[in-house]
């Protein structure tokens, strides 16, 4: 059974730092292309980045030169790396694992982690 479990979510000041973490079980992480989004309240799902399984990382345009995602496939953890935070930048943040290894096709979810910035 796959699981995505995301940590490292909090209150945080504007201009603040946090790492996001989210670890992955019951599947050959290596394999899969892995991604955050986020969901403010009110809002639509959003794209803030991704990471193939090659490492190549595509972000957000909000966030470019802020947040950084990579990847560690020994630990099967990705991260989140989010610096100079703002207030929009309040959701909660959800992992996602993609992609096709040995014909198992593959389109995960974590529960999510809240970040909230605020003073």
């Known amino acids: 059974q796959v699981q995505l479990v995301e940590s490292g979510g909090g209150l945080v000041q504007p201009g603040g730092s946090l790492r996001l973490s989210c670890a992955g079980s019951?599947?050959?992480?290596?394999?899969?292309?892995m991604g955050w989004y986020r969901q403010a309240p009110g809002k639509e799902r959003e794209l803030v980045a991704t990471?193939?399984?090659?490492?190549?990382?595509n972000y957000a345009d909000s966030v470019k030169g802020r947040f950084t995602i990579s990847r560690d496939n020994a630990r099967s953890t990705v991260y989140l790396q989010m610096n100079s935070l703002k207030p929009e930048d309040t959701a909660v943040y959800y992992c996602?694992?993609?992609?096709?290894?040995?014909?198992?096709?593959?389109?995960?979810w974590g529960q999510g982690t809240l970040v909230t910035v605020s003073s």
């Open positions: 996602n694992a993609e992609g096709v290894v040995f014909g198992h096709t593959l389109n995960a």
């Open positions: 019951g599947m050959i992480f290596s394999g899969y292309a």
């Open positions: 990471i193939t399984k090659g490492g190549s990382t």
